[in-house]
């Protein structure tokens, strides 16, 4: 069994789905070892201009599996170098998208803060319940949590371990937005569709100035903001992105 199944459900898009069912889709260092793989594939594929990562509809993915940490020792984690498979999904410049049913916790949780939109159904429900266990998150959790909500919203889940039903982490702003059960994966692949439309030099530009800017003065941010928009005017995406608006057609980009 493949425990990361990749697809291509669309021109441009690609899926890749977390698939241990029997484990509520936890993630071994097999599972982290795929998804690393695959995302230093797409990153290099140009046919690639949109990831949706999902799991099933009983769990995006339901943490680490604690059974590779019984006898772990600090010696075991810094040789596994798990960081540099979080480093492959981090470093990806194509938009991510997670497509979150279930539970998202742990590990899980910390793959869909990696995404930049997160589309989450009803019954779903994030949170870092690694306290309640002795640990706590080592995969970017307490730090995108706290980018995410905030330090008051962040610390409550970190030290509580409580979940996050999807509707309150749509208010707090853990989720882009939430869904019918049935339509997570649609609704991604909808706005995976969407995006893989749009010239892919100013897309990979705009999520780049995003998050680069996310820690930075605003005075250098708006800097990085002003130079990639007028990098742009350099592309033959941007020619024919405007001679299409004003001929009135639809607009073929190259990603030149």
């Not at 890749?16 to 029997?22: A, D, F, K, V, Y």
């Not at 999807?166 to 706005?191: H, I, K, P, Q, T």
């Not at 990979?204 to 996310?214: C, N, P, S, Y």
């Amino acid at each position: 069994m493949t425990e990361v199944i990749a697809e291509r459900p669309a021109e441009g898009v690609a899926l890749l789905r977390i698939n241990r069912p029997e484990a509520r889709n936890a993630l071994n260092m097999r599972v982290r070892t795929l998804l690393a793989e695959h995302f230093q594939a797409l990153h290099a594929d140009e046919t690639c201009r949109v990831i949706v990562v999902t799991g099933d509809d009983k769990a995006f993915a339901a943490g680490a599996d604690l059974r590779e940490f019984g006898e772990t020792t600090v010696v075991d984690q810094v040789l596994r170098g798990t960081w540099r498979l979080w480093k492959a999904v981090k470093d990806c410049e194509k938009p991510v998208i997670a497509a979150v049913s279930g539970f998202a916790l742990g590990g899980g949780c910390e793959l869909a803060l990696h995404a930049d939109i997160i589309v989450a159904g009803e019954s779903a429900k994030l949170g870092q319940p690694e306290v309640k266990v002795g640990i706590m998150p080592g995969a970017g959790g307490t730090q995108r949590l706290l980018r995410a909500v905030g330090k008051y919203r962040a610390m409550k889940i970190l030290l509580t371990g409580d979940m996050v039903p999807a509707r309150e982490a749509l208010e707090m702003g853990l989720v882009s937005e939430v869904v019918e059960d049935a339509e997570v994966l649609n609704r991604a692949l909808e706005l995976a569709g969407k995006i893989a439309g749009m010239p892919p030099i100013a897309v990979m530009q705009i999520k780049e100035t995003v998050l680069a800017g996310e820690d930075a003065p605003l005075d250098t941010a708006l800097m990085l903001e002003r130079k990639a928009f007028q990098l742009l005017f350099a592309t033959e995406d941007r020619k024919e992105g405007m001679e299409a608006f004003f001929a009135k057609r639809r607009p073929v980009f190259k990603g030149r």
